[in-house]
């Protein structure tokens, strides 16, 4: 069975610019969370999804953070426009029925 | 938020040892899960714990839900260098929320 699919695994940018994260959930999970890890602060939900609305966004850090999931099959999460604090591995995980979550690989962001 | 505060912060063992870890929370939780990370890769699922003074194993793997259901704890028995990674213990409350502690670096010395 396939995982959870994140892309790009790594993604370098300029500050100002807009980064656009994607996530490929696990087929039939109706849950769906993004988060962010770095060294200083861990594991933060940014934001999480239930059957494709968005339930829970306090977790986002800002106005420059936004995220979508248009259909069950596929989310976005984008920083528009990025700074270098941005620069984190962030994570998108799916659940069934909100229990046990599995995450996908990251997306390594370096914004220079 | 909630704090989740997991211990030790980091390990380091001789190959063959046990390793015990921990976490502990401020307020009761309905699910424990421990997650193992390795470099590079997304955080791994290893253990689910649904009921308070469960005792789940897998493998050499063993965690236990504390009957307060503020804690939980993990032991890792004769480890081997591919248990090397950082573990992080997860809570849930009522909501879907989960909290993930601050995880403990593991490495194993061959």
């Known amino acids: 069975d396939a995982g959870v699919i994140q892309s790009p695994r790594h993604e370098v940018t300029e500050m100002g610019q807009e980064v656009t994260l994607r996530c490929k959930p696990i087929?039939?999970?109706?849950?769906l969370f993004w988060y962010r890890q770095t060294m200083m602060r861990g594991l933060e939900l940014l934001i999480y999804?239930?059957?494709?609305?968005?339930?829970?966004d306090s977790g986002m850090p800002e106005d420059r953070f936004s995220a979508k999931m248009p259909n069950a099959s596929f989310s976005t999460l984008k920083i528009q426009p990025s700074e270098p604090r941005d620069s984190a591995v962030y994570f998108c995980?799916?659940?069934?029925?909100?229990?046990?979550?599995?995450f996908g690989p990251g997306t390594r962001l370096l914004v220079l | 938020g909630q704090q989740l505060n997991q211990s030790p912060q980091s390990m380091f063992i001789q190959e063959g040892e046990d390793v015990s870890m921990n976490c502990t929370s401020s307020s009761i939780f309905n699910t424990w899960l421990w997650y193992k990370q390795d470099p590079g890769e997304g955080p791994v699922l290893l253990i689910a714990?649904?009921?308070?003074?469960e005792l789940t194993s897998n493998g050499r793997l063993t965690a236990q839900f504390g009957i307060t259901r503020k804690d939980s704890f993990l032991n890792i028995s004769a480890s081997i260098p591919s248990d090397v990674g950082i573990y992080f213990c997860?809570?849930?409350?009522?909501?879907?929320?989960?909290?993930f502690g601050t995880g403990t670096s593991l490495t194993v010395i061959p």
């Open positions: 087929s039939g999970h109706d849950y």
């Open positions: 997860a809570g849930q409350e009522s909501s879907n929320q989960f909290y």
């Open positions: 999804f239930n059957n494709n609305v968005p339930i829970d």
């Open positions: 714990l649904y009921k308070a003074g």
């Open positions: 995980a799916s659940s069934s029925a909100g229990w046990t979550q599995y």
